[in-house]
């Protein structure tokens, strides 16, 4: 029952993924994580 209920979490973790993928999210978070090394951390 574990493994099931392993799997299914896993399958939907990758949907999650993929719907965002397809939204573009992954531009915006690569555009905070570039803003926040930039201006926080002081990276360049």
Same mark, same amino acid.
């Given at each position: 029952?574990?493994?099931?209920? /392993?799997?299914?979490? @896993?399958?939907?973790?990758?949907? @999650?993924? =993929?719907?965002?993928?397809? /939204?573009?999210?992954?531009?915006?978070?690569?555009?905070?994580?570039?803003?926040?090394? =930039?201006?926080?951390?002081? =990276?360049?």
């Amino acid at each position: 029952m574990k493994n099931i209920a /392993r799997v299914a979490v @896993f399958v939907v973790a990758g949907a @999650f993924a =993929l719907y965002g993928i397809t /939204r573009g999210e992954v531009a915006v978070v690569f555009s905070k994580a570039v803003n926040i090394c =930039l201006e926080c951390i002081g =990276l360049g």
